[in-house]
């Protein structure tokens, strides 16, 4: 927070030097690169594509690539629900360094905020993913980033956690949350980690066993959640019902390809940018996005307000790589953030160039108007026809229904115009895009789809918005 430029640069220099010799920094001698404008100019910005034949090397046995030290463990992802999975590698320095470090912070930040928490007493619930042998031989593993970071967790952790590992590791997640509901459901429970989406299922089925309204009666000093990877907004109602009501909540970014932000303060959405885990970040803004020859940022060239694709250099081997989110400052002393999208996460297909903090904004406020409450919705475009306007049609799974859906999607509309000007210019008298279609999906709708494309677990995630219809079809499929 004190020195955020120097530590940067601290970092930038480090990961070159120890990689000069790697496959990798003699393809782009490293060994000659002496200022962040010097690696820009050499190294170009990447996407998974463009380093999988480095990683799928890796898995094979070869070292020193893009990375000095032996990697072995591969964080398997998707992003979002994707067909094709990306392997990202994890160095022993990126668990240590990053990911460890994250964790510690977060508790120390959290204590710090909170001195009279009694965290520590009763143990912490993990909703973790899994992992296996990434081939025959054994030479690599694959899994969720929270599962390798279980694997490698020290020993004295496990005596402060529940379920059990071998449950936490399982694959199939209808009987891994049955089996964790009604182990867990008699420990003294304080805190626990996790998706919402997956925590809240959880949640229910063991209230359900509990025959009990809320958790407070199964697990009275319960005091935390803390979660990360999608937008909590829409899911905070249905916590509050269920939860007791001094609840506290602590939103992380983190991902398979590193840790970067923690809630500091506890009334406000935004996270602090964690700036010393091994990564060195620049920012591209979001109209350079496609350009040819893109001009990234360098942490004191941000402004606030400004959307930013995210580019991340990593402990664990990865150059100037693109990861598919995009963030907005909200402050430059210290620097902190909020995450304001996917760079493929959006809906553009008219020019309304409509991101996903938007679309939360507006569904919240839609939820507020009318009483509603959401378990999940995706927004694809409805295009162009001889007879009609383009428009964007909402699939929403409510957990309570609105008590009018034509004010729901009216609210809904107003809100999204006055968010975003160009959504509005578009809108003006229907000429380009017509009123939104909200369509209520039964419940269940989503889980069936996620279920049937095998995408059940913690990594896995509704896309929020897209750019095509995809998804939208496969959804309306499953009915």
């Known amino acids: 927070m004190k020195h955020p430029h120097e530590v940067q640069q601290d970092w930038f220099r480090i990961l070159i030097d120890v990689s000069t010799d790697t496959e990798w920094g003699k393809k782009y001698d490293y060994g000659s690169i002496n200022t962040p404008e010097d690696f820009q100019k050499r190294v170009p910005i990447n996407d998974y594509e463009a380093l999988k ?11 020193n690539l893009l990375w000095p030290t032996e990697i072995k463990w591969f964080a398997k992802s998707s992003g979002t629900t994707a067909d094709k999975s990306k392997f990202i590698p994890v160095s022993q320095e990126a668990i240590e360094e990053c990911h460890f470090k994250g964790g510690k912070d977060m508790l120390s930040i959290y204590c710090n905020n909170y001195p009279e928490t009694r965290l520590f007493s009763g143990k912490v619930l993990g909703l ?21 970071l279980l694997e490698n967790l020290p020993f004295w952790v496990n005596l402060i956690r529940t379920p059990d590992r071998s ?26 980690t996790g998706v919402p989406s997956w925590t809240l299922l959880l949640l229910k089925r063991i209230l359900d066993i509990a025959g009990k ?4 009666d199964v697990w009275p000093n319960l005091e935390l959640f803390i979660h990360g990877g999608v937008n909590f907004a829409p899911y905070r109602d249905q916590f509050e019902k269920i939860v007791p009501p001094k609840m506290n909540y602590l939103e992380t970014y983190n991902a398979s390809e590193g840790f970067f932000g923690i809630q500091d303060r506890t009334h406000s959405k935004e996270m602090l940018l964690m700036l010393d885990y091994g990564i060195y970040y620049e920012f591209l803004p979001i109209d350079e996005l496609g350009n040819e020859n893109p001009k990234t940022l360098q942490l004191h060239e941000v402004k606030t307000g400004e ?14 790589y693109l990861i598919g989110d995009t963030i907005r400052f909200t402050s430059l002393a210290p620097y902190r953030i909020v995450i304001a ?18 679309a939360e904004q507006a569904i919240s406020l839609a939820c507020e108007k009318t009483g509603a409450t959401i378990n999940e919705y995706t927004a694809a475009p409805v295009y ?14 409510f957990e309570a229904l609105p008590n009018e859906i034509e ?17 509005e210019a578009k809108r003006y008298r229907d000429m380009i895009l017509r009123k939104p279609i909200v369509k209520v999906m039964p419940k269940g709708t989503f889980y069936k789809w996620l279920k049937q494309k095998g995408k059940l677990g913690g990594q896995n995630k509704v896309p929020r918005l897209a750019n095509d219809r995809k998804y939208v079809d496969e959804i309306m499929a499953v009915l």
Do not use: C
């Not at 042998?133 to 980033?145: I, K, L, M």
């Not at 309204?213 to 407070?216: F, K, L, S, T, W």
């Not at 004010?407 to 959504?423: E, I, P, V």
């Open 407 to 423: 004010l729901f999607t009216d609210t809904l509309d107003q809100a999204l115009k006055q968010l975003n000007s160009d959504y």
């Open 167 to 192: 449950i936490s590791l399982m694959d199939e997640w209808e009987s891994k949350i049955e089996k964790i509901a009604r182990i867990t459901i008699n420990e003294d429970v304080t805190n626990i």
């Open 307 to 320: 959307v930013y694709g995210l580019i991340i250099t990593t402990n664990a081997g990865l150059w100037r």
């Open 53 to 63: 034949p480095y990683i799928e090397r890796l898995q094979k046995g070869e070292s």
């Open 128 to 148: 973790t993913g899994t992992h296996n042998f990434g081939d025959e031989n054994a030479s690599w593993y694959q899994g969720d980033v929270s599962a390798i």
């Open 213 to 216: 309204q809320n958790m407070i």
């Open 384 to 397: 162009f026809n001889d007879n009609e306007n383009a428009a964007h049609e909402w699939l929403i799974e």
């Open 341 to 358: 999208g996917r760079t493929k996460n959006f809906i553009n297909s008219v020019g309304e160039e409509l991101m996903i903090d938007n």
